[in-house]
């Protein structure tokens, strides 16, 4: 079946520093793929996707490229601030009769210290 | 904005009891989910919707039921709680190009 798979946490940097976070998937077909974060105490929100190969998904600093290739997602950002201190969820969508039902990665936290 | 919420944000229960969380969207969308979330498991889907009087199971659907009379509302109901149902349940819907808007959670205890 479908699956995700991203780095566990938690990722600790110091304000500033880049980030990478890895997501790799496997699917039986060509699916979207999706980051969400979640703040403390919050639900999920989306920060970014990509429907196809290659497209670059971004938004607030952060990006991420749909790389068919390698079947990979992995997030990145140049300059990480402690409001940045969230869970990160990569998921993928592949649509079966319309529903496209998601399959979501474990998360993976990051604390970003002043 | 797509508006997503849950009747409550912690809720504690006794072991056997009977309980309803409720989920309620502004817009009009049919597809509708449940989930529980666990450190160190993620996400798990429990439930989902498509339409009024419609549903389907998801992954771990044991323990639970939903109920789905208006397209606004999903419930999730836990029959008779038991401790291994403490947890966080996300509500979410399916809007466009397959993005899914959640609610801001449920953690429930049960002791």
């Known amino acids: 079946g479908d699956s995700v798979t991203q780095m566990e946490g938690p990722v600790t940097l110091s304000e500033e520093a880049f980030l990478t976070i890895n997501c790799t998937y496997t699917a039986t077909g060509y699916p979207s793929l999706f980051w969400y974060v979640q703040y403390p105490g919050e639900g999920l929100q989306l920060l970014l996707k990509a429907t196809k190969a290659d497209d670059k998904g971004s938004n607030k600093g952060f990006e991420a490229t749909y790389r068919k290739e390698t079947t990979s997602f992995h997030l990145e950002k140049g300059s990480v601030q402690v409001s940045d201190s969230a869970v990160y969820f990569c998921?993928?969508?592949?649509?079966?009769?319309?529903?496209?039902?998601?399959?979501f990665g474990r998360g993976t936290s990051l604390i970003v210290h002043p | 904005d797509v508006k997503v919420t849950q009747s409550s944000r912690y809720l504690v229960k006794r072991t056997g009891e009977k309980v309803f969380l409720e989920c309620v969207q502004d817009m009009d969308h049919e597809n509708m989910f449940w989930y529980r979330q666990d450190p160190g498991l993620g996400l798990r889907l429990i439930y989902f919707?498509?339409?009024?009087?419609?549903?389907e199971k998801g992954d771990i659907p044991e323990g639970y039921s939903v109920s789905r009379e208006k397209k606004e509302r999903f419930s999730l109901i836990l029959e008779s709680a038991s401790t291994n149902q403490t947890s966080m349940y996300l509500c979410a819907i399916q809007g466009g190009q397959e993005t899914q808007y959640f609610g801001p959670g449920t953690r429930l205890l049960v002791l």
């Open positions: 919707s498509y339409d009024v009087k419609m549903k």
């Open positions: 998921a993928l969508a592949l649509g079966s009769g319309g529903s496209y039902i998601p399959t």
